[in-house]
């Protein structure tokens, strides 16, 4: 069912683009949280080999989550301005980018990855991370094309089948992995198959339904290539994956640095990064809905509307990751002992749990805010302050505290603090300014 964004309350609006994709990234981030555990029972080497691989892997989801969302701001401001036939050619550009993306990335990462893993001081996880990689990597494809087809589906305000979809396929990975990591005695490397059938599955749901119910032509039966239209998916697209791909760079100066302080300082810092992903799952629901919203009414030129709803949003997202944040200060160590009990490694967790959450509220504004400026058009700041946070910041901060300064491991979690406080920060300040009212 399509939605016009432009009517009607705009805190519902932004509930309803929003509520879907929190649930189905809580079921989702449920997921992986329990796939740690299962890699976990492994051992602590395999959760640390897994959080190795993921700055690595983060280049595949930069890439589709790049190309889904510079679609989904096109076809939603499209949308907004009633041009539905472009839209619908946009959605069939953006699909076969994908299908394109996906087969170049796959060869890349089947050939790069080692040396990177070598490169970020891997050690005796190389191996374990290979594993995982290879696999990951082969199904690259489904990853993609599953998530630009739900991006589809939000621009037109169908929040309620990627959701669905997205709970399937997470629901599918929850029953595939103990049976491959166990049963099947596949270890590391069963936890990734799990995972690529699972988007395997979601993959076939959203493409039968998006050919069932004609959201575009899925047989291109009338496709005409159209340069602009490729443009305009990448104007935004690009400073998308470029974001994203900034984050993967940061972890991997950030995995450098805490590598130095030994294999368990990763397993810890892996830890850290799972929890962390539980509690922005609202601020990242809320980013994901604004893009819509925010993009249909920027299309039908309602500039106030555009302010209003990207500021309650980031005031709904701060409320739920400050909750989120308080609950780890308050007990952390129950959070931590679900992974690993180990000793070491509880002890450089608990001391990330006692920091990094103390600025979970600044988190919630700056991924909204990213998600307003993607609805506009206008990528480049979200970029900017990305980079800002993720590449200049943090690493290094990192290295200043941690190594010059002197204090260990601690000080790359007091760095983590200062970056998302600092970005946060500006985030907030720039959208207000109102320089995305200009032309993208």
């Not at 701001?73 to 036939?85: P, Q």
């Not at 103990?178 to 049963?183: D, E, H």
């Not at 690009?238 to 984050?247: A, E, G, K």
């Not at 290094?396 to 603090?417: D, N, P, R």
Request: glycine share 10%; aromatic share 10%.
């Amino acid at each position: 069912m399509k939605r016009d964004l432009t009517q009607g309350s705009i805190f519902r609006n932004i509930m309803h683009a929003a509520a879907p994709m929190m649930i189905a990234l809580a079921v989702q981030t449920g997921f992986n949280v329990v796939d740690s555990i299962y890699v976990g029972r492994i051992s602590p080497e395999a959760i640390g080999a897994v959080a190795l691989a993921f700055p690595i892997m983060f280049f595949m989801f930069a890439l589709a989550g790049g190309i889904g969302i510079g679609a989904n701001s096109v076809i939603s401001r499209l949308l907004g301005a009633k041009k539905t036939e472009e839209a619908e050619n946009v959605a069939e550009h953006a699909l076969l980018l994908g299908a394109v993306i996906s087969a170049v990335l796959s060869v890349l990462g089947l050939l790069g990855s080692k040396k990177l893993l070598v490169l970020m001081g891997a050690g005796t996880l190389l191996d374990l991370s290979m594993e995982y990689i290879t696999v990951m990597f082969t199904g690259a494809i489904f990853l993609i094309m599953f998530t630009i087809a739900n991006n589809i589906f939000r621009a037109h305000g169908n929040f309620k089948t990627p959701m669905i979809a997205m709970l399937i396929s997470t629901c599918s990975n929850i029953i595939l992995d103990p049976i491959f990591i166990f049963a099947l005695g596949l270890g590391v490397r069963g936890a990734a198959v799990a995972t690529v059938l699972s988007n395997v599955i979601g993959a076939i749901i959203v493409f039968t339904i998006l050919y069932r119910r004609k959201y575009i032509d899925i047989c291109f039966r009338y496709f005409r290539y159209n340069l602009v239209l490729v443009k305009s998916i990448f104007k935004v697209g690009i400073p998308t994956s470029l974001n994203q791909i900034s984050m993967s760079l940061g972890m991997f100066a950030l995995i450098k640095i805490v590598s130095t302080f030994g294999p368990l300082a990763i397993t810890a810092f892996g830890i850290g990064f799972r929890l962390d992903s539980i509690a922005v799952l609202p601020a990242m629901g809320l980013m994901m809905g604004v893009i819509p919203v925010v993009g249909q009414n920027y299309g039908a030129k309602m500039y106030d509307r555009v302010k209003k709803t990207a500021n309650r949003a980031a005031i709904i997202s701060a409320l739920f990751t400050g909750i989120v944040g308080l609950i780890f200060l308050i007990i952390p160590k129950p959070f931590i002992m679900l992974f690993n009990n180990d000793p070491t490694i509880l002890r450089y967790a608990l001391a990330y749990l006692r920091i990094v959450p103390l600025t979970y509220v600044f988190m919630g504004f700056g991924m909204t805010m990213s998600g307003a400026f993607l609805g506009t058009g206008h990528a480049m700041p979200a970029l900017a302050i990305t980079v800002l946070r993720v590449i200049v910041l943090a690493p290094i901060l990192a290295y200043f505290m941690a190594i010059t300064l002197g204090w260990g491991l601690v000080g790359v979690w007091w760095a983590l603090m200062a970056s998302t406080l600092t970005a946060g920060i500006i985030s907030m300040i720039w959208f207000n300014l109102g320089t995305w009212k200009k032309p993208s």
